[in-house]
C-alpha cells in the first residue's frame, strides 16, 4: 500500500487552497452589482478571445476579463514563463477591443516584493500605455482583490 509523501500532500493542500481562491475570485465578481457572468472557469494561455481569461463578465456594454493565478516565485526568473505569456495575451485582447478592461490576480501579497515590482515594470515596458492603463494587477486576499475589482467596476460604470 502506498502512502502519500509529505511533498504530495503539501501540494494537494495547496490546489485545495488556490481552488477556492480561484472560486472566491470569480464567484464574487459574478455576484457584484449590475455585473453579468458570461464565462467563468479555466483561461488557456494559448487560446484567443475571452479564452484567455478564467473570467469574463459585462459591465454595461463593457468587457472584463479576470485571470487568477498562483504567485510561484519561479516564474519571476525566467521572463519567457507562462505568467509573462499570459499576459502579453491578456494586453493583446485588450488591444485587439475583446477585452475593455483586465485584472489579473496573484494568490498572496507579492506588492512588496522587489522581484514582483520589478517583473510589472518589465512589462509595462512590453505593452501601450493605453494597454496597460486597462490592465490591473492585484495580489492578495480574495476579499482584497475583490475591493479592487469593485473599484474598477466603479470607475467603468
Same mark, same amino acid.
Given at each position: 500500500?502506498?502512502?502519500?509523501?509529505?511533498?504530495?500532500?503539501?501540494?494537494?493542500?495547496?490546489?485545495?487552497?488556490? /481552488?477556492? #481562491?480561484?472560486?472566491?475570485? $470569480?464567484? !464574487? +465578481?459574478?455576484?457584484?452589482?449590475?455585473?453579468? %457572468?458570461?464565462?467563468?472557469?479555466?483561461?488557456?494561455?494559448?487560446?484567443?478571445?475571452?479564452?484567455?481569461?478564467?473570467?469574463?463578465?459585462?459591465?454595461?456594454?463593457?468587457?472584463?476579463?479576470?485571470?487568477?493565478?498562483?504567485?510561484?516565485?519561479?516564474?519571476?526568473?525566467?521572463? /519567457?514563463? #507562462?505568467?509573462?505569456?499570459? $499576459?502579453? !495575451? +491578456?494586453?493583446?485582447?485588450?488591444?485587439?477591443? %475583446?477585452?475593455?478592461?483586465?485584472?489579473?490576480?496573484?494568490?498572496?501579497?507579492?506588492?512588496?516584493?522587489?522581484?514582483?515590482?520589478?517583473?510589472?515594470?518589465?512589462?509595462?515596458?512590453?505593452?501601450?500605455?493605453?494597454?496597460?492603463?486597462?490592465?490591473?494587477?492585484?495580489?492578495?486576499?480574495?476579499?482584497?482583490?475583490?475591493?479592487?475589482?469593485?473599484?474598477?467596476?466603479?470607475?467603468?460604470?
Amino acid at each position: 500500500m502506498r502512502t502519500e509523501s509529505s511533498d504530495e500532500v503539501r501540494e494537494a493542500q495547496e490546489k485545495e487552497r488556490f /481552488t477556492g #481562491f480561484h472560486d472566491s475570485v $470569480l464567484f !464574487g +465578481v459574478g455576484n457584484l452589482d449590475g455585473v453579468t %457572468t458570461i464565462k467563468v472557469g479555466y483561461g488557456d494561455v494559448r487560446a484567443g478571445g475571452l479564452g484567455v481569461v478564467d473570467g469574463a463578465y459585462d459591465l454595461g456594454g463593457r468587457t472584463i476579463g479576470i485571470c487568477v493565478q498562483s504567485a510561484s516565485k519561479s516564474w519571476l526568473d525566467d521572463p /519567457t514563463s #507562462f505568467i509573462m505569456r499570459l $499576459l502579453q !495575451g +491578456v494586453a493583446m485582447e485588450i488591444a485587439r477591443g %475583446t477585452l475593455d478592461e483586465a485584472v489579473v490576480a496573484f494568490d498572496r501579497d507579492c506588492d512588496d516584493e522587489p522581484e514582483f515590482q520589478s517583473f510589472l515594470d518589465d512589462l509595462k515596458l512590453l505593452v501601450k500605455e493605453e494597454v496597460a492603463a486597462k490592465l490591473t494587477i492585484a495580489s492578495g486576499s480574495a476579499d482584497h482583490i475583490l475591493n479592487r475589482i469593485a473599484t474598477i467596476l466603479g470607475r467603468i460604470a
